[in-house]
């Protein structure tokens, strides 16, 4: 075995968030206000926002994922995501990439998320 594929063992496959920026929390809410049409639960608590990472110039890019890659929204999703979260109070830019590694699965729900929709 390679010295890179040692490397690679063990690395998340979700790259991880900015979670101690302190725009991060309101860049989640932003997010928390948009929602997939088919499912009445925002696409935070569903799983679908994977990274949420914010630059020192306060720059964000979120890598995010749909609940199928026939999707009727795909097209759209982004710019709710970008539209929703440009006008927080301190973002700089917003970029949006949709990623299917790795691919959305009902485990990375919330618990609210999972109970709104009678998983639980």
Known sequence: MSDSQDQMEGAPLIKPSSTDHPLYDSVVEACRTVYDPEIPVNIFDLGLIYTIEIDQENAVNVIM???APGCPVAGEMPGWIQEAVAPVAGVKDVDVEITWDP????DMMSDEARLELGFM
Do not use: C, I, K
């Open 65 to 67: 994922s749909l609940t």
């Open 103 to 106: 691919p959305w699965g009902m």
